[in-house]
């Protein structure tokens, strides 16, 4: 029979410490993405799971209700909500500036119109996913076990482009936050070349092959000091408007038509406020 034990121990310590921990795990293991290859846990658990079932781009669709429960069945042990809702968001080219997983059936649209539900949908990885993971089976990362020690998944994958960069990330932690926009592939790969090959060059240096933000919804960035700020500091701020057209009507009348709007801005709430917007 066991004893009881009782400890005296200040409430702010004890919270202190419980809390701090809890902060490191969704920190470090949920909310925030990787610096290396731009993925957050979720992400990084789909894109695997998908590439060891082979469900690639040169092969045919699967379900997403199955990739999902391989998902949840081996490497991510959360609901499948979650998942299914990380897996929709990468196939969004609304949202992301190079989907990382090619859907077929109804992902959801630029309303705001919710996918339809997995067992509905099919999915496979995206051409540029395979740059993600190439060579990963050649020992080019480091693998863990996974939750219950069945089989290993990687801790970060061998990304072969700043995948951070060009597909942006937003997430919310304890004390942190991240809002990184999207940017064009080509002008990323120049301006890390750039950097490898002078390690001293200068944000203005960076900023004549990476000018700045290039959004999947297209818009225009009003100044670009709010850019050069972000990139020296981290921190900086800018504003994005829609881009419209002059069309004529017959009769000598004209009409206005927005052609681009801003990103995560929701064109059915838009178009409410402000008239029809085509798509």
């Known amino acids: ?58 092969k045919g669709f699967r379900k997403s209700a199955k990739t999902v429960g391989n998902v949840i069945g081996n490497y991510h042990p ?11 968001r990468m196939s969004q080219d609304w949202k992301v500036r190079n989907y990382l997983v090619e859907m077929h059936g109804n992902n959801g649209s630029i309303d705001g119109d919710p996918p339809a539900a997995m067992r509905y949908t099919e999915a496979r990885l995206s051409s540029i996913s395979s740059q993600l993971l190439r060579d990963i089976e050649k020992e080019t990362v480091e693998f863990v076990p996974n939750f219950d020690d069945t ?3 990687p801790t970060v994958l061998p990304a072969r482009f700043p995948n951070l960069l060009v597909n ?7 004390g942190y936050a ?20 002078n390690p001293s060059c200068s944000v203005d240096d960076i900023m004549t092959v990476m000018k700045g933000p290039d959004f999947p919804t297209g818009g ?21 408007r829609g881009k419209a057209d002059i069309e004529g009507l017959r009769g000598g009348r004209e009409q206005i038509v927005i052609t681009e709007i801003p990103y995560e801005i929701n064109k059915a709430n838009l178009s409410k406020k402000n008239g029809r917007v085509p798509c």
């Open 1 to 58: 029979m066991s004893t009881e034990k009782f400890q005296d121990l200040p409430l702010e310590e004890v919270l202190g410490d419980r809390f701090g921990r809890y902060s490191k795990y969704i920190i470090q293991d949920r909310a925030l993405p990787d610096a290396r290859d731009g993925l957050k846990p979720v992400q990084r658990r789909i894109l695997y799971a998908m590439h060891v079932e082979g469900n690639t781009f040169e």
């Open 78 to 88: 959360h609901g499948d909500t979650s998942v299914y809702d990380a897996m929709v």
């Open 151 to 153: 089989s290993s998944e």
């Open 168 to 174: 942006g990330s937003t997430g919310i932690s304890a």
């Open 178 to 197: 991240t809002e990184i926009p999207p940017h064009q592939l080509g002008e990323v790969i120049d301006a890390a070349i750039l950097r490898m090959d």
């Open 220 to 240: 225009i960035i009003q100044g670009i000091e709010g850019i050069k700020k972000a990139y020296e500091t981290g921190k900086g701020k800018f504003v994005v």
